[in-house]
């Protein structure tokens, strides 16, 4: 990531900006009650760009502490950073990656005109634009890119000052809502992954190499091996307001696969009574589904040691997918394969009951940022090793959560 990257090329940066174009037209007054809902999602999709941004500067930090220097800008860096923020920010949706955009010529400091018809979110996008082309003309040279001379921390940088100045404006904006639609208490979103993997091998042993009644069809197996994997994944995200689950979105699937090859000899004829032959066999099955709902959820604090306990359990999901499976006879009696398909539908149970603790930062009270990775392999029968085979299970669960207090006025 970030790897240096000097070769001239005339590209146009895409900036995404925040998430969810207000669908109200034609309003050209300051925010009011009907803008809350976007706007609150504005500045859940601002903070995770943000976090993002500065878990980047921290990856900077490490590429760049065995060269030392400063890291070179690149526009493959920059790439995966701005793919970075739009994974994080559509994670943020309930419906689709409805985004706004702009587009900065690093040139002329020119952008083209993509900013929503409401007037308030078009406050808050201008915002944002308006940080990127403070540095865009200070350090605009004809010809040139003005970030041609900028390190990826500078980008990173700039990038940051202008989501926090476009936080800063949305956070006045539902401050000056009336009281009876203004926010109050804990928003924001929790998300979750969890990915369960089994993998198993094993050897298949021959049989006794004698055919005492020979017959068409009958073999003799000299070995051969057999390998199943499946995979279980599961992805939810929560919307948090007033403390509460207010919405969720799931996602999961489920995934099989195997393969089979067996190697032996087969009695076809008088003529041909020991054939060699080898047994082939591949299956496979993909189902996944989504759907929006409401989790159990649960935010909870302990004054006595400022400690804070998020908890979630998601629904099932109805998933949709199909299942083949193919076959051959290689030698033998003579070569042969088949193949067939089938439609399958199925229900993919909820994870377990999940939780993360933490600790408030006194330094920042109304905010509860962070990320977790567990790994929760079984310890007995994660993995074992049999005479003819071994199993290898694996179970990871992500979490990231990014809750705001909005103290009523």
Not at 138 to 162: C, D, H, K, W
Request: one cysteine or more; glycine letters at 8%; proline letters at 6%.
């Amino acid at each position: 990531m970030f790897a240096p990257d000097r070769t001239p090329k005339l590209i146009v940066i895409v900036f995404f900006l925040l998430i969810c174009v207000s669908s109200i037209h034609g309003q050209d007054q300051p925010c009011g009650c009907p803008d809350k809902e976007t706007l609150l999602k504005k500045l859940v999709s601002t903070r995770a760009a943000i976090g993002v941004l500065e878990r980047n500067l921290d990856v900077i930090s490490r590429l760049e502490k065995p060269i030392g220097r400063p890291l070179d800008f690149s526009e493959e860096g920059l790439t995966e950073l701005l793919q970075s923020i739009a994974d994080s920010q559509k994670e943020t949706q309930v419906s689709g990656p409805d985004s706004s955009f702009s587009l900065l010529n690093p040139i002329d400091c020119s952008i083209s005109d993509q900013r929503a018809e409401n007037e308030c979110i078009r406050k808050v996008e201008s915002r944002f634009l308006d940080a990127l082309l403070q540095q865009c003309r200070s350090r605009q040279t004809p010809g040139r890119r003005f970030y041609e001379n900028f390190t990826m921390r500078e980008v990173v940088n700039l990038q940051i000052a202008a989501h926090k100045a476009a936080e800063a404006l949305i956070l006045d904006s539902l401050n000056s809502l009336p009281a009876d639609c203004r926010p109050n208490g804990w928003f924001g979103y929790v998300a979750y992954k969890r990915v369960h993997t089994i993998i198993s091998s094993k050897a298949i042993a021959p049989t006794p190499d004698s055919i005492t009644r020979p017959g068409a069809g009958i073999s003799i197996t000299t070995g051969g091996n057999e390998v199943v994997g499946t995979k279980n994944t599961y992805t939810g995200t929560i919307f948090v307001e007033g403390g509460r689950a207010s919405k969720a979105k799931g996602g999961a699937s489920t995934s099989f696969n195997s393969s089979k090859t067996v190697s032996g000899r087969v009695y076809c004829s008088p003529k041909k009574p020991d054939e060699s032959v080898v047994q082939t066999e591949a299956r496979r099955s993909f189902v996944e589904g989504e759907r929006d709902g409401l989790p159990e959820f649960g935010l909870g604090f302990d004054p006595s040691d400022n400690s804070y306990r998020i908890s979630m359990k998601f629904f099932s999901i109805e998933a949709n997918g199909d299942s083949s499976t193919t076959s051959s006879n290689s030698g033998g009696c003579g070569d042969k394969s088949s193949e067939h398909s089938n439609v399958l539908k199925t229900r993919i149970n909820s994870p377990e009951y999940h939780f993360v603790e933490g600790l408030l930062d006194p330094n920042s009270p109304d905010y509860l940022e962070g990320s977790r990775t567990e790994d929760r392999t079984p310890i007995i029968g994660s993995s074992g090793q049999a005479e003819n085979g071994s199993t290898r299970i694996t179970i990871e669960i992500t979490t990231r959560w990014m809750l705001r207090r909005f103290p009523q006025r």
